[in-house]
């Protein structure tokens, strides 16, 4: 599945990103834990509201539903997967072992609605640690498509930070 084609747009100088190298590429990897680094304010919501309390459920299930609706949208292209599976797994293989997010306020003014909106977010690291295997090329995915609420406006940029090792 073809995420991105430069060709297809007016900006110069990327390169087209496809979804299929990514989970090839990453499948690779044995890994059991990972570091995330959220570089831009992210908003994630969780029981109807905003939040920095996250742990790897809660981030797979936003991840999950960022890139599948991505790719149904824009790639006319309906993900085939067990994501009650997926989510399930998450919780029971991965945990939460450091989180250093806090919460980064800020606003912008929109024009249409003629009034200043506040735009908060969390920022800071997450380390998670367990079976990651079957989630990296997600979370890679991820940094390129970042994750919650107002990507538009360049929000929930992360990155992986440390060392990924092959198997």
């Not at 989510?87 to 997010?101: A, C, G, P, Q, Y």
């Not at 920022?123 to 079976?131: K, L, R």
């Amino acid at each position: 599945m073809l995420i991105y084609d430069s060709k297809s747009h007016i900006k110069e100088g990327y390169e087209a990103l496809d979804s299929n190298e990514v989970f090839l590429e990453f499948q690779k990897f044995d890994c059991s834990k990972v570091t995330l680094q959220f570089i831009a304010p992210t908003r994630i919501k969780y029981d109807g509201r905003l939040t920095k309390e996250i742990d790897f459920e809660i981030f797979v299930r936003n991840l999950l539903r960022r890139l599948s609706w991505l790719s149904e949208i824009h790639c006319d292209e309906k993900w085939d997967m067990d994501w009650k599976g997926i989510i399930n797994r998450s919780k029971k293989r991965v945990e939460t072992v450091n989180s250093d997010l806090r919460w980064y306020d800020w606003e912008r003014y929109s024009g249409r609605q003629d009034t200043k909106l506040k735009m908060g977010g969390f920022m800071g690291e997450i380390t998670f640690e367990g079976d990651l295997a079957e989630f990296l090329p997600f979370i890679k995915l991820g940094e390129y498509l970042h994750i919650g609420k107002g990507t538009v406006y360049g929000l929930g940029r992360y990155e992986i930070t440390g060392k990924l090792e092959q198997g």
